[in-house]
């Protein structure tokens, strides 16, 4: 896949498209993309991501430093 996932310390779970020049998320310039979504009310600090490939449609699992485990489809 072109597609990567990193957790954010701001609550944010970041999808980085890397077929694109640059995978910068703050201002990504044109041919790349970085999309983010909020996990939660108050999360706090996002984990690592693990991509559960054998569900259909597939799913990222993180966990959040207020203790949630989350479950997104992706690629979102």
Known sequence: TD???????????YQL????????CSNPPTGSTCDAISLGR?????????LDIGTSPELLLV?????VLYAVEVPF
């Open 42 to 50: 108050d999360p706090g600090q996002i984990g690592a991501p693990s």
């Open 17 to 24: 498209d890397l077929t694109g020049p640059s995978t910068a």
């Open 63 to 67: 966990g959040s430093e207020s203790g």
């Open 3 to 13: 597609l990567l996932y990193v957790g954010g310390s701001d609550g944010d779970l």
